[in-house]
């Protein structure tokens, strides 16, 4: 079965630095993906990025990026240059199947950006 | 714009009562989600829906109900037989290709409390 772990309840960063944060990931499967979304305190889900076992580079999407070490079975998003709206929920997710795709999430990481 | 709308955004239940929570996507997506989120976890699956006419439970649908009678709109009846249903509840949608790739939308959430 997929597991997926982050093991930070909480993390701080200073404005204008990078910071990562972990997941780790337990899955069967040959191919996979992960996925990252950041909740505000408003309580959407918001995509940030993707990235599939096979892909040969790392994802990156503006400031966010995956650094993904697949013999650690890891996929931690970078996010470069913080901002104060960077504040927020950060899950990350594993699509596996199970009849259909279906997401699995880690109990998340809060990020508090200090000004 | 496209999107995901829920209604309520907040719902208070006296216990005993069956409520249901409203979400529309004009998205024209084929699959639509319901997950539960508890105060520092991550989410969980109640039900999905791949199709019109056809749902599956999820990880934790005992206490809950669904309908798919058009592709917009996935209902959730929160019923009498949920025995701690105060939470946060998210609806999502995705194209409904099958593809571990296939990013899912949500809607903003409703947060439903038992009274």
């Known amino acids: 079965a997929q597991k997926i772990t982050q093991t930070q309840p909480g993390m701080f960063v200073q404005e204008k630095e990078a910071v990562t944060l972990d997941c780790t990931y337990d899955t069967s499967d040959p191919s996979y993906g992960l996925f990252w979304y950041k909740q505000p305190s408003s309580g959407e889900m918001i995509f940030l990025i993707y990235?599939?076992?096979?892909?040969?580079q790392n994802a990156t999407e503006g400031r966010y990026s995956l650094n993904f070490q697949k013999a650690r079975k890891s996929a931690n998003l970078v996010i470069s240059a913080s901002q104060l709206g960077d504040s927020a929920m950060y899950f990350c997710a594993m699509p596996y199947w199970d009849s259909s795709y279906k997401l699995i999430f880690g109990s998340g990481t809060r990020l508090l950006v200090r000004p | 714009d496209g999107g995901i709308t829920q209604s309520p955004k907040y719902l208070f239940r006296k216990e005993g009562q069956n409520v249901t929570l409203s979400c529309e996507q004009n998205l024209n997506h084929d699959a639509m989600y319901w997950y539960r989120q508890d105060p520092g976890q991550g989410l969980r699956l109640i039900y999905y829906?791949?199709?019109?006419?056809?749902?599956q439970k999820g990880d934790i649908a005992e206490g809950y109900s669904v309908s798919r009678e058009k592709k917009e709109s996935f209902p959730l009846t929160v019923t009498s037989a949920q025995k701690n249903p105060t939470a946060f509840y998210l609806c999502?949608?995705?194209?409904?290709?099958?593809?571990?790739?296939?990013?899912?939308?949500f809607g903003p959430g409703t947060r439903l409390t038992v009274l």
């Open positions: 999502a949608s995705s194209i409904g290709t099958g593809t571990s790739a296939e990013e899912q939308f």
């Open positions: 829906s791949q199709i019109v006419n056809d749902f």
């Open positions: 990235q599939g076992s096979y892909d040969q």
